[in-house]
């Protein structure tokens, strides 16, 4: 059973930077994986923020930012606003099935 | 402007089935892949199953595999998912995907969602 981690939660303060990250239980993370990153907040559907590691939509706002960090997928918001109080969830592609991680709550106080 | 239109969700009993739909709009849909992801209430996302552009190949979860079964007719810009022996661990909001090209495993746009509950 492959599992995907990620934080649980996080607390950032308005205007500042947090790194959520996304680990899977088979190793490190690579590019293969084609990690993909998705915001989703109260009653809404999830929206796709990133692509393939460090592609964004053209809906994705500049401050969000996709890498690959110490083994696992990293998802960087620079100069956090209120409204990305949201949870994000990342996925990850194991050769004809994907999985999703539990998804991070973060908090913007 | 992509929209995705989930239709078909609702209150079912255990061992029945349902049939979900996923209406597309504003883009050449045989030309995209396709997936369902779900979210149990309070739960995070799981992903359900996808399907090729021209739906020659499909793949599902271990957890649906045997039960769920995917297709779309490309001449009604129409995706399916047709769901049997509904367990209550079923019970969840049912999105559909849509996928960057026809075998991109990249995620793009969303539904908004149809709820299926299954209970007695």
């Known amino acids: 059973q492959t599992v995907v981690t990620q934080e649980p939660s996080l607390t950032v303060s308005p205007g500042g930077t947090v790194t959520l990250t996304c680990a899977s239980s088979t190793g490190a993370v690579t590019s293969g994986f084609y990690p993909n990153w998705f915001q989703q907040k109260p009653g809404q559907a999830p929206r796709t923020l990133i692509y393939?590691?460090?592609n964004k939509h053209s809906w994705t706002p500049a401050r969000f930012s996709g890498s690959l960090l110490g083994g696992k997928a990293a998802l960087t918001l620079s100069g956090v606003q209120p409204e990305d109080e949201a949870d994000y969830y990342c996925?990850?592609?194991?050769?004809?099935?994907?999985?999703f991680g539990g998804g991070t709550k973060l908090t913007v106080l | 402007e992509v929209q995705l239109l989930e239709s078909g969700g609702g209150l079912v009993q255990p061992g029945g089935s349902l049939r979900l739909s996923c209406a597309a709009s504003?883009?050449?849909?045989?030309?995209?892949?396709m997936s369902w992801v779900r979210q149990a209430p309070g739960k995070g996302l799981e992903w359900v199953s996808g399907?090729?552009?021209?739906?020659?190949?499909?793949y599902y979860a271990d957890s649906v595999k045997g039960r769920f079964t995917i297709s779309r007719d490309n001449s009604k810009n129409t995706l399916y998912l047709q769901m049997n022996s509904l367990r209550a661990e079923d019970t969840a909001v049912y999105y559909c995907?849509?996928?960057?090209?026809?075998?991109?495993?990249?995620?793009?746009?969303w539904g908004q969602g149809t709820l299926v509950t299954v209970a007695s």
């Open positions: 996925v990850l592609y194991y050769g004809l099935t994907h999985v």
């Open positions: 504003g883009l050449t849909f045989s030309k995209y892949a």
């Open positions: 393939s590691t460090s």
């Open positions: 399907i090729s552009d021209t739906g020659t190949f499909t």
């Open positions: 995907a849509k996928h960057l090209t026809g075998t991109s495993v990249n995620f793009d746009s």
